[in-house]
């Protein structure tokens, strides 16, 4: 989600850990808890211990994401937009577990994925890849002085003394940038030197991008690292236009194991001869306990598991992979009511790349038959995995402005 129109999902984005933007000020005013914590230690530390703090903290977030690398977990990203009298009228769920393929890049596996129902936001392919795991962001030590960090005092939450920080980028990125920060406050364990809870919003905003207040909290995994295990948000995004949109989200993170190397994903020509995983190497075949040919039968012809029936591989949002996507022609009939909005398109690609059917499933209905005739010509890489080429389903999304 996230160049968004009202696109929703850059939440996450947030959600994960810390993407630090705007201006301090700001983000003491609109992240910061309504009431001042209720701090346990002396917030007069000199500032050599409060660069020391800073300093280690921000190298165990860089031992973290390397550690995470090394992760496999389950993500179940729950975003519902809420109506007027508090109902819930569209809803965006998506259940995956996530591991690690033999070049390290991570893989989305998707167990549960229903149609989105959103209706005052829609889904791009940047906010696939920001729901793509815990985050894509972390305070890194490399980036520490690219932020402000002013230390707030000390404050005890469940059992744990807490360093409390606000912090934001010194400079603003470029809102055309692809680069999203994080503007808000940060509670960091005093004896792990660890982030542990995390509360603010991305950044840069614009008219048209607005994201909610995320609180993230981590639990200590394999009594190392502190990985975030759920985010929350409840929250209005008011547009420039008077637009009040709210959404709630809800992201848990589960089952984290170590797990690299489960899954192979190659493009054409570039397939291992062996391709059997970890889990077939050491499972034993079933016994075939089907019956065997009488002596006066037909011998049966050998089936060719390889060759049977696939249903497709989920692919989700699917702009950002084609190697080839036309855009749209606004119709002539649409411009008598000057329509405009976005419209997704679920598709189907066979095992070359080939778009092979089109339906829309989102948008205006003067809009749908431009947006399905599109699609149909867009192309991309054939989907390998593990050695064998896949159908690959998902969505494409095309935005059409009034004529």
């Known amino acids: 989600m996230m160049p968004i129109n009202k696109k929703l999902l850059e939440i996450v984005v947030c959600a994960g850990l810390l993407l630090l933007t705007g201006h301090l000020t700001a983000a003491q005013q ?5 009431k001042a914590p209720t701090m346990t230690g002396p917030a ?3 500032q050599a211990q409060i660069d020391d703090i800073i300093r280690r903290f921000t190298a165990k977030e860089t031992q973290f994401r390397q550690a995470l690398n090394s992760y496999a977990f389950k993500r179940d990203a729950l975003i519902q937009e809420i109506g007027m009298g508090g109902q819930v009228i569209g809803e965006y769920h998506r259940v995956s577990d996530f591991t690690f393929d033999d070049k390290g890049t991570r893989f ?3 167990n549960f994925f229903p149609m989105p129902s959103l209706q005052g936001a829609t889904m791009t392919n940047e ?11 972390a305070l890194e030590g490399a980036k520490a002085a690219l932020y402000n960090f002013k230390y707030i005092g000390k404050e005890r939450i469940d059992e744990l003394d807490l360093y409390v920080f606000d912090v934001a980028p010194k400079v603003m990125p470029d809102p055309k940038s692809k680069e999203r920060v994080f503007v ?6 005093d004896h792990d030197l660890q982030i542990v809870k995390a509360k603010g919003k991305a950044g840069p905003e614009t008219k048209k991008n607005k994201f909610p207040v995320v609180e993230t909290y981590r639990e ?4 190392k690292y502190w990985f975030p295990t759920y985010a929350y948000a409840d929250d209005d995004l008011v547009f420039d236009n008077g637009t009040d949109f709210r959404i709630r989200m809800r992201v848990k993170y589960t089952d984290f194991v170590v797990g690299r190397g489960r899954v192979t994903i190659t493009e054409v020509g570039e397939a291992p001869e062996t391709t059997r995983t970890k889990s077939e190497q050491q499972t034993p075949a079933k016994p075939d306990t089907r019956p065997t040919s009488s002596p006066t ?3 049966q012809p050998t089936t060719d598991t390889a060759s049977e029936e696939k249903a497709p591989t989920e692919g989700g949002f699917l702009n950002g992979k084609a190697i080839d996507l036309p855009q749209a022609t606004y119709p002539d009939e649409a411009r008598k009511s000057h329509a405009a909005g976005t419209v997704q398109v679920q598709v189907l690609i066979d095992e070359t790349g080939k778009v092979i059917s089109a339906k829309a499933v989102f948008g205006p209905e003067a809009l749908r038959d431009a947006a399905v005739k599109a699609a149909l010509r867009a192309k991309f890489k054939p989907t390998i995995v593990d050695g064998v080429a896949v159908k690959v389903s998902g969505i494409l999304t095309y935005d059409f402005v009034a004529q």
């Not at 609109?30 to 309504?34: L, R």
């Not at 808000?184 to 364990?189: L, M």
């Not at 200590?220 to 009594?223: K, L, M, N």
């Open 30 to 34: 609109t992240t910061a808890d309504a």
């Open 44 to 46: 007069n530390l000199s």
């Open 108 to 110: 989305e596996k998707i």
């Open 127 to 137: 906010d696939l890849e920001d729901l793509g795991g815990v985050n894509p962001f």
């Open 184 to 189: 808000g406050r940060i509670w960091v364990d």
């Open 220 to 223: 200590q995994i394999d009594g």
């Open 297 to 299: 039968s037909q011998p």
